[in-house]
């Protein structure tokens, strides 16, 4: 059932982000449809996530914004309980990290323009149209983005899974 999760989480990933864009609310889309779960408010703030925030590139990768955004959503330290005594914060943060390492291994950067760079030979400044349509026909939503959303929504679906962060049917 759990590998069934995380390829679920995985081609959806990969289908939202060819028909739709907006790597954030793509991989946060394929996380909640996969796992059953779903938080329209999770994925409308994830909305200017694409493109390194706001198109600029020279922020975190929108795939991997979005992938932390759903696990603090389902493990992170909520405002009723901001002193934080039961550590929930740092044990976010490793699990943050070892998404982090998923990250470096695979691309050796979490940076979209780095990214970029690896997979297409260049980056590309988003906000400029000339460049988003070189981005485009480059490949970046038939091949490129597609498959690093993919990749984050199956690596954070499968480290929801082991650590059971899953809610639990009322």
Known sequence: MAENIAEK??????QYERDFRGCGQCVIAALQDAMGIRN???????????????????????????????????????????????????????LVRKFHDHFI???????????QTKLMGRFYYLA??????????????TVHCPEVVGKAARWMA?????????????
């Open 9 to 14: 989480a995985y081609e959806l990933g990969k």
């Open 105 to 115: 291994q695979e691309y050796g950067s979490v940076v979209c323009r780095d990214i």
């Open 40 to 94: 329209d408010d999770i994925f409308k703030a994830a909305t200017g996530l694409a493109g390194g925030g706001g198109s600029a590139t020279d922020g975190s990768c929108g795939a991997y914004s979005g992938a932390i955004l759903m696990l603090s959503w389902l493990w992170g330290r909520d405002r009723e309980h901001f002193d934080d005594t039961q550590g929930v914060r740092v044990r976010t943060q490793e």
């Open 158 to 170: 499968e480290m929801i899974q082991a650590e059971d962060l899953l809610p639990r049917p009322e």
């Open 128 to 141: 400029d149209p000339a460049e988003a349509e070189k981005f485009h026909q480059a490949g970046a939503h």
